[in-house]
């Protein structure tokens, strides 16, 4: 599908080597994951990304993700590189324990990374007003691992009464997505000029909507997945000046061939698939003016629910956390650091998972849930294991019944892929029962020949 004329007009006249932009724009897009440091090896055989640590892309045929176990365990995101950038603002203006926000987080793509690269002792906020979004999101989320998050399902105006609670903000704006040209061919039939303005318009709304949320001094980072100014430089500029920010430099190394923003007096960055390797993409850091700082004021709980005591010999550290039912009779797991976080959260938007949701109790038993086998915070040993092949593993993640193993006493186990975790099932005797959640489960029945190798 050929590019919109306008664009061609609009971006023409503006971007002095547009001809190569246009030509990458007709190439095969780059394919990119990011490994997730708690449950994957330190590194992979392939190129790395440059400006993250834990990317790679992908040589060859795009694979079948959907088909690999450790894939749906959390060991690696799949995401496009240029995204990745944002660890160089956590590395370089981040160096203490943080409460952050990610705005607009589905389908987790920034959430997963800033679980993997924030200090240790921050609390996360993953966020999206979409409520349709909010299932792959948490999804994502739990398969992650990390225990030091809250799912919300929120608009900016609800995060914008959080007075001051947030040190770090990260919005990765809803946009035109002239970035995603070369990846989904919808973007280019749904691009028009006055979409573009709709878009900054929206844009600069959201940022006024939640921006009673950061603390004096703290981070916002602005990041679209376009190229037009409208919805980059222009809101830059609008931020920096209608809300008396200012826009900070990061560090970058030639050799990343990043584009600096148009406007030199507010750094901002940009990638174009004609530079650098990866999608187009805009980021900008902004700090938000000193001031008196105002918490808001909630109801705080003195002391953590007790938990059932079967519940802490699951987990590796019980006296980390505070346990609190919330919805469904769910016992979550949050970490003690993060307890003012959650109350205020809680009481404020529209909470959807918090921590870890570790189990719910059914008579005088507690039933595991499906995201404590997949959280760091469980025990390894806290339930007998049954490993898999490949093919008995997408049959368990498609809910069919687990292979059953000979000898293997009745009970609750851990279904286990090369050793890593992908939820629970329990030997009745005759046969095994999959726990794995219905609506996470793989419809495709079309499966691969062999498995995916992403991994050595």
């Not at 956590?90 to 607009?104: I, K, N, R």
């Not at 999804?139 to 770090?168: M, P, Q, Y």
């Not at 997505?177 to 280019?188: L, N, V």
């Not at 038993?365 to 995201?371: E, F, K, N």
Request: with cysteine; aromatic share 8%; net charge positive.
């Amino acid at each position: 599908m050929q590019l919109p004329p306008d664009f061609i007009a609009r971006t023409g006249r503006w971007m002095t080597d547009f001809p190569l932009l246009e030509t990458a724009l007709q190439d095969k897009p780059p394919v990119s994951i990011r490994i997730n440091p708690v449950k994957s090896p330190s590194a992979l055989p392939c190129e790395q990304v440059k400006w993250c640590r834990t990317g790679y892309y992908y040589t060859g045929e795009r694979p079948a993700f959907s088909f690999d176990p450790l894939f749906h365990g959390g060991a690696y995101y799949v995401q496009e590189a240029s995204s990745m950038f944002l660890e160089q603002v956590v590395g370089q203006h981040v160096s203490s324990p943080v409460a952050c926000l990610d705005l607009c987080a589905s389908p987790g793509g920034k959430s997963t990374h800033l679980l993997s690269i924030l200090p240790e002792g921050s609390v996360l906020v993953s966020n999206e007003v979409i409520r349709s979004r909010c299932a792959v999101l948490t999804e994502n989320i739990l398969k992650w691992g990390a225990a030091n998050v809250l799912v919300t399902n929120s608009d900016a105006a609800e995060a914008g009464r959080l007075t001051h609670l947030f040190d770090l903000i990260v919005a990765d704006m809803p946009c035109s997505g002239e970035g995603m040209f070369r990846k989904d061919a919808h973007s280019r039939s749904e691009w028009s000029a006055a979409r573009v303005r709709l878009c900054a318009g929206r844009q600069r709304r959201i940022v006024r909507d939640v921006w009673d949320a950061l603390r004096p001094g703290g981070l916002f980072v602005y990041s679209t997945c376009t190229f037009n100014r409208e919805e980059n430089e222009d809101n830059i500029r609008h931020i920096a000046e209608t809300l008396h920010a200012r826009a900070l430099p990061l560090s970058v190394e030639a050799g990343w061939n990043i584009a600096c923003g148009a406007d030199d007096r507010y750094p901002s960055y940009r990638f174009s698939p004609h530079r650098t390797k990866g999608e187009g993409f805009f980021l900008a850091v902004l700090r938000k003016a000193d001031a008196p700082l105002r918490r808001i004021s909630v109801r705080t709980k003195n002391k953590s629910q007790k938990p059932p005591a079967q519940l802490c010999e699951w987990l590796r550290r019980p006296e980390m956390f505070r346990f609190e039912t919330t919805c469904r009779d769910v016992i979550h797991a949050v970490p003690d650091h993060a307890r003012d976080v959650f109350e205020t959260v809680s009481e404020r938007l529209h909470l959807l998972s918090a921590g870890i949701p570790a189990g719910q109790v059914r008579g005088r038993d507690v039933v595991p849930s499906h995201a404590l086998a997949l959280s760091a915070a469980l025990r390894p040993d806290a339930f007998p294991t049954v490993e898999q092949t490949w093919d008995e593993a997408v049959r368990y993640l498609q809910r069919e019944t687990p292979a059953l193993h000979e000898g293997m006493p009745k009970g609750l186990y851990t279904v286990t892929y090369r050793r890593l975790p992908l939820g629970f099932a329990r030997n009745i005797g005759s046969r095994i029962n999959s726990l794995y959640p219905q609506e996470w489960r793989i419809r495709s029945r079309e499966v691969p020949a062999e498995a995916p190798r992403i991994f050595p």
